[in-house]
Every structure is written in C-alpha cells, then in structure tokens.
C-alpha cells in the first residue's frame, strides 16, 4: 500500500504485480480513502507526514487510520523508518491544527497569515524485522513484507527438522517449529483448550492444547510467538487433513536452554578475547559449552572453553555477539 498511489482498491500494476488498496488497511474505510485519493488529486503527492495530515480532512482520517497506514508500510515511499513516523505522528497533528489556525487569522490589514512552521521527524531507532512483522499483521491481517519465522528458521530446523508443509500423520511424537499465528480458546470435556495456528512460511497447521499443558503454558500461547511443538499427527477423516495434538511446548528461551549444546563462534580477525570474556560473563552459570574456531594465516584450530565458561543461550547474548561478530558468525548447535 502506498499513500501516493494507492486507491481504495486494490489494483493491477502490470501482468505480476498488484498494488495494495488503502481501503484493505484496518483502521481505514471508504470515506477516509476516498479523502486521500481526492486531497492527493488536487494538489499532487503528499511529500511528507506533516504535509499529509495538514492536507487530509482529520475528522475523516483520524488518528487511528493514520496508526494503521504507517504500520502498514503505506509511507515507506516518503519515509522508511516507520518508527520514527509513528513517534512523530502526534507533533505532526499538532502542527497542522497550529496551521489551520495561523490560517483562519488576519493581520491588520485584513490578509491571511502565512506563517508556517518547520516540520522534523523525531528521531527513533528502525523497528526490528519482527516488530515490522507484527505491526503488518495488526494492521493487514497477514504478514506482507516477510514472515517472523525466517529470522530463526536456520536455528530451529536443528530442533524440528519437518517444515510443516511435510507433516504427514505418524505413531512416534514429532518436532515441529513456527509462528503462533493465531489462538482460538474452547471449551471441552477435558476442560479449558486452545486451538492453535502455527505458521512456518510453508504451511499452516492447528495444533490443539489440552488441559495441564495449556495451563502451564498458558503464558506462552500468545499470536506471533516463536514456538516449537512436540505433537502427535493422526489423520482426520473428517476434513481429510492431518489432527495434531501438544504433548508438549517451549519458547524459543526454553529451547535454547533445555537443547542449546554448543555456542560456536567464528571471531577471526574480530579476536579480542577481553571482550569476548565480558560478554560471556553476563550469561555465566548455564549449560552451554562455548567454543571458538579460530583462524590466521598461519592455520585454524577449534577451542572449546573450560566448563566453568558455560552460558546460559538467550535472545540478549545471541543479539551481543551477531552485533560484534556478525550472526553468520554466530551458531547455536543442538
């Protein structure tokens, strides 16, 4: 979607490419579409985020639409940091109510005021591919520009090794990894369940959550958490699809600490052990040996640390050494 192109419908571009219509965005609506369409018809592409709300009628477009249009991605022609879109949003509505009023005022002489005001975007750290991710799903209903997945596909396979569109029915228990793309709770026999939709990038599957499990992992069950199953398949008659059952269920932290064995490193011409030791010595205490291959010109070697070296794998370690080492140097081995 694109606040400059769009229109409320979504549209062919050519033979392979559709343009996403700005009336598919939640929080939006017909009326409010057809506002940007005609203000953009009048007087050219909106050049910025304080020139559209200052252009736009904000009884029609209000701030919700406005929310949903920069999570969207409808504003990454003009401006592709949607974060700092989203901080500046409430400066820029102000600013053009504080225009509409130098506007609506005369000077002695009878004359509008045209005084106008220097407009800059609040400065703000990128959304994050999966905080992008989450925002497109709020705002569209779907993942548009990736899946959340991807970031930790490589990681997980080495736990479940079955991308979900391979699942077939089978007597053994069986790994499977993905994106909790979506919950429904029920009422059973057996008590409280959840229904749960788990998205890999391949396939979508239901996993349903039985009774203890699903209260001790209720915490967990949330959209757009990273999860790895293990689960029974059976085949359903009466769907004719596959009907799979959670014996059990973790997090991505509980994976890396229940299977993470080796953290191994790749430091090369990056190799300050000092600093390595520091960043290591804020996750001491785990069960995770660590182990560095190390190469120069004169030949390569692996060292494994001594045990009392071992870490403790997380989110913040692994984010540590991608942002030094580079991820491709950075592997967790189960």
Partial sequence: PDIN???YRSEPVDAKRIRYGLGCVKGTGQGATENIVARRDEAGPFTGLADFCR???????????????????SFDSIEANRASLLASLGSAIDAAEHAEQFAAQT???GEASGATETFTLTNASAWSER???????????????????NAYRDELRRVARTPLSHLQATLEPVMMAGVIYGVQMRNSRRGRMAILTLDDGSARVEVVVFGEL?????SVIQE???VVVKGRIFPDEFTGGLRITADGLMDLAEVRSAHAKVLRLSINGQ???GKLKSILAQYAGGKCDVTIHYRNAQGECDIRFPAERRVKVSAPLLDSLNEWLEEKNVQVVY
Avoid: C, W
């Avoid at 699903?214 to 209720?218: A, G, P, S």
């Fill in 5 to 7: 192109t769009s229109t």
């Fill in 55 to 73: 252009r736009v009628d904000r009884r029609i477009v209000n701030r919700r639409a406005m929310e949903a249009l920069i999570k969207s991605g």
């Fill in 107 to 109: 000077n002695l002489f």
């Fill in 131 to 149: 905080e992008r991710l989450v925002n497109e799903k709020q705002s569209l209903g779907f993942y548009l520009s990736g899946h959340p997945f």
């Fill in 214 to 218: 699903f209260h001790e992992k209720r």
């Fill in 224 to 226: 757009d958490q990273v």
């Fill in 271 to 273: 190799a300050d052990f």
